[in-house]
């Protein structure tokens, strides 16, 4: 986990402004509500039961803040077909609030 924290910073130090696309922009918004989200057309998805249980895990676990976003290519293809891109822009868009984002 702390690698993928390292990692996050360093993305956030490395990568330049930009801004986020639709997809992302709904993502965000959901993440500020519920710390799992899961679009519906992403390939592989997640089921609701899915969904719930990451929820669980993440009370359960008591980690701090966990946030998960499963998106599709479309969100991939906003931030310019770049995966790390995207979790860049959504890191951005939350404000670069503390947690772990997945």
Not at 61 to 89: C, H, K, T
């Amino acid at each position: 986990m702390r690698i993928l924290a390292v990692t996050v910073v360093a993305l956030l130090a490395l990568a330049a402004p930009a801004s986020a696309g639709e997809r992302i922009d709904r993502a965000v918004r959901a993440l500020q509500q519920d710390p799992v989200y899961a679009e519906a057309d992403a390939q592989p998805g997640l089921s609701d039961a899915g969904a719930a249980a990451l929820r669980d895990r993440i009370r359960a676990a008591d980690a701090g803040p966990f946030y998960i976003a499963v998106l599709g290519g479309a969100a991939r293809d906003e931030a310019g077909g770049d995966p790390s891109e995207v979790l860049r822009q959504v890191i951005d868009a939350m404000g670069q609030r503390p947690g772990t984002y997945a």
